[in-house]
């Protein structure tokens, strides 16, 4: 059973290897919120898998140690583990979706794990965990649905209390569900009236159809940028705890996660993962009612690809405004982009790529396309540009 005696154990067990990660104040994630940000991507390999990794890893006998460890993963309890058995000794086999981003692949194999890259998703990767667990006699290191992972998730609900004593709610992310299962465990044991709330990326929500429906679902896909927390099915004893000790789990979308990421760089001069910022964009955009509250968003992992990242700065930048596009039709004569151009200037925005299209069979043949994308300010910029170019007599078709 999940105890707060094995959660208090497992805070013992890490303080050899994790640390008590910071928490910081963040007040420009929501003006109308104390919010403050546990700084998970923070942590050694980067998240908080570490925790849960080590701490069942501690208690394995003898002999199922000698067999070495097995476990699938996203990307960041695969480091976790890799880590925790290389600390102890043992030999460790991950495995891991194909997708999974290139960085948390290297990172896994720096630990000394063998990595077993398999077709599909985080699900496809569990079934072959299980399968080569049973043909090789491994013991089998469950990402979220044991007890003694999720008592060392729960340390983090420990530290929590600590450091904001009088917290009234904690907003965490969701995959498969033992990082919220051990934080709202600890929590509502030490201070029964802090609001627990969950969050999934609208692509994978998985346990928030469970949670509302009151009974386990599967989804036949999932689709997000939150890589770390695209899970089909949720755990049997995670969703026990979901059940019983949170208090509602909402969703948000991969827009919303890329403004939340870009905000966190820009304000906070964090890096966090799609799967780690979910918890900051539901605060961001009202998702969970945080209004006058004292809230701790846990930003549960940094571990981002490069290339992805950039891809996702570039959808956050869109998303708040901040970058625009713009396509304009034009007479076919001299002087017309010329004329974009100054009052592009004029209002302050700034254009980072231009294409002329003379050749676009729906328009007119005195006629062309010019497609902009500008640095602007915010929407209300974006839509003073429009404004602009129309009183001056050019066409915004988009």
């Known amino acids: ?62 002999e199922e140690k000698q067999r070495g460890v097995i476990a699938c993963s996203a990307g960041n309890h695969a480091q976790g583990v890799a880590l925790a058995a290389r600390e102890s000794g043992i030999p460790a086999v991950i495995c891991l979706p194909e997708t999974a981003p290139i ?15 398999v077709k599909g998703v985080y699900d496809d990767a569990y079934e072959e965990a299980l399968r080569l667990q049973k043909e090789k006699g491994y013991t089998f290191v469950h990402p979220y649905d044991d007890e003694k992972v999720i008592a060392g998730q729960g340390t983090i609900g420990l530290e929590l209390l600590d450091q904001i004593p009088d ?8 995959g498969g569900g033992g990082l919220i299962s051990g934080i709202a465990f600890a929590i509502k044991q030490l201070n029964p009236d802090c609001k627990v709330y969950g969050v999934q990326a609208a692509g994978a ?72 910022a979910v918890s900051v964009a539901a605060v961001m955009f009202n998702k969970v009612d945080v209004k006058g509250k004292k809230v701790a968003c846990v930003v549960s992992g940094g571990n981002i690809d ?47 790529s231009v294409h002329h299209d003379r050749t676009d069979v729906d328009g007119a043949v005195s006629g062309c396309y010019l497609k902009i994308r500008m640095e602007t300010r915010d929407h209300n910029h974006v839509q003073q540009i429009r404004e602009a170019l129309k009183s ?5 078709i988009d």
């Open 392 to 396: 001056n007599g050019f066409k915004v």
């Open 1 to 62: 059973m999940l105890t707060l005696d094995k959660v208090y154990q497992a805070a013992h067990v890490l303080k050899k290897v994790a640390k008590v990660t910071e928490v910081i104040e963040a007040p420009k994630i929501n003006p109308e919120a104390q919010v403050y940000l546990k700084t998970e991507n923070l942590q050694v390999t980067g998240s908080f898998k570490l925790r849960g990794a080590y701490y069942k890893i501690s208690t394995l006998s003898d």
């Open 103 to 117: 960085s948390k692949v290297q990172a896994t194999k720096s630990y000394g794990a063998q990595v077993v890259l």
């Open 205 to 276: 929500p998985s346990m928030f159809n469970s949670h509302h429906g009151h009974k386990i679902e599967t989804l036949s896909s999932v689709f997000t940028i939150a890589d770390g927390i695209a899970v089909k099915t949720p755990g049997k004893i995670t969703f026990d705890c979901v059940e019983k000790y949170v208090d509602d789990i909402v969703t948000v979308t991969d827009d919303e996660i890329s403004t939340a990421i870009l905000s966190l760089i820009e304000h906070q001069k964090l890096i966090a993962e799609g799967a780690g």
């Open 306 to 352: 490069v290339t992805i990242l950039s891809k996702v700065i570039s959808r956050g930048l869109q998303r708040s405004g901040r970058s625009a596009d713009l396509t304009i039709e034009l007479h076919d004569r001299p002087g017309e982009l010329r004329g974009v151009s100054k009052i592009v200037a004029d209002m302050g925005a700034n254009v980072v």
């Open 167 to 174: 917290l009234d709610a904690v907003v965490v992310p969701i």
